[in-house]
C-alpha cells in the first residue's frame, strides 16, 4: 500500500502513513524505519517534514 502510494504520489510522509495504514505515530515510525533498512524506501527531506521515497536501484 504504501509503495502504491510512492508510486502515484511520488514520495509520502509519516502522518500519511498513519492513515492510510491506521497506525499509530509509534507504528508508522517503526514501519519506515524497516523499509529503509530493506532499502525500499530512502530520505528525500529530513526534519519535520520528512518525505519518503522508492529506493533507485
Avoid: H, P
Amino acid at each position: 500500500m504504501i509503495t502504491k502510494y510512492i508510486k502515484l504520489q511520488g514520495y509520502i510522509n509519516r502522518s500519511t502513513v498513519q492513515e492510510l495504514c491506521g497506525f499509530t505515530d509509534q507504528q508508522a515510525r517503526r514501519t519506515i524505519e524497516k523499509m529503509k533498512e530493506e532499502n525500499i524506501i530512502e530520505m528525500s527531506n529530513g526534519g519535520r517534514y520528512a518525505k519518503y521515497i522508492l529506493k533507485e536501484i
